[in-house]
Structures are given as C-alpha cells and as structure tokens.
C-alpha cells in the first residue's frame, strides 16, 4: 500500500508541487499524496491540486480559535488516512492537540539554515543579516515556531550581486530537493531520533 501524505499550505504551493511531481517521476516510490489542505479560499495551491486531480479541502479558519480549527484539520487527515502531514508554505502555528494527533509525523520545510533566521521572511532576514550562507531546513513540527528536530538541509552560498529575490530562488530550488529527500527517509523509517539529532540509518539493499 502506497504510505498516504496530507499536505498543509496556504499560498503559491510550490514544495506541493515538487512533492507530486517527484511521486509521479517516482523519486518518492510507495506514496501518494491522499489530501491537500488550505486555511484560505483561492491558495494558488489549491488549484495546482485541483489540476492534478488530488483531493482538496479549503477549510477556512477565519474566526475559529487555533485549536477548534486544528480539531477539524486533523478530522480531515484523520478521515484521508494519512501517514505524514507535510507543512509546504502553511502559515498557521500547530496547536498541541494537533502536534500530539500526528507525533513525529508532521514535516515542514523553512527557507533557513535553522535555528537561524526563524519566522517571516526568512531568505531576506539572511540577506540583510549579511551571511555568507543561507539556505532551508526540512525539520520535525513541535509547538514552537520553525523548532524541531531537524531532518535535513541543504546550504547556499550568498554573492555580493545576489538581491533577496535571486538568493530566494537558488533556496527554492533546494527546497524542493530537500523536501522530497527527507520525506523519502522518513516514509521508509530510515532514520532514528536521539535527543534533538535525527539520525540516518542505511538504505535497505
Ligand atoms: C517556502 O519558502 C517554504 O520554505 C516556506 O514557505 C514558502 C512556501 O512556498 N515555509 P510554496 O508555497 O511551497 O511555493
């Protein structure tokens, strides 16, 4: 049985897509994804969705308190049978009881080489900043903001004629490699967590 991800996002649904496309160019073997979700009407991903004939579900949360909405998200996963809840460009903090309905089975992708540079903005937070390096971070989802455990990341280095934009598109672009990368190893349980370090464990032969 292909193992059954459920995708969170609010916007442009970039990660989605690279998602899809690496299950249906089989670089991510034995998944599907089973749901994507938006918290708002007209997410651009949503559509993405739509065109390729995955299930979606706008559920608004406009006037509902975080955990309420969280309790009718989770129903909907729940109700999709998903295995892995994958966060591509969600902009809502999880609440507890969403985190403890899918313990260590929540991902999400960050435009930084977390802990640095959390939050908003993340690819201008470093360019401004002046680091030589920026880069993403796919990591495990706890309550805390852009905080846990992390899977994988990839670095990029910053020219002195990048502008945020062009910095923004090279961390995109590994992005969408990474993404596909960790939630591979995670799907197929190669990995260990000890403490805060998750740790690969070797490729089944
Ligand atoms: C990405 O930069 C991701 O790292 C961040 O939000 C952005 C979403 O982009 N969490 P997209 O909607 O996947 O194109």
Redesign the pocket.
Known sequence: MPKRIGVL?S??????EALAESIRAARLPNAEIALVVANREGAP?IEKARARGIPTRVIASKGLEREAYDRKVAAALQEAKVDLVCL??YMRLLSPYFIAAFPQRILN???SLLPSFPGLEAQRQAFEHGVKFAG?TVHFVDENLDAGPIVLQAAVAIRDDDTVESLSERI?AE?HRIYTEAVRIILEGRFRIEGRRVLMTPEKK
Do not use: V
């Open positions: 996002l916007g442009r649904g970039s990660n989605f991903g591509a460009g992708i960050h435009p993403c995109l992005e």
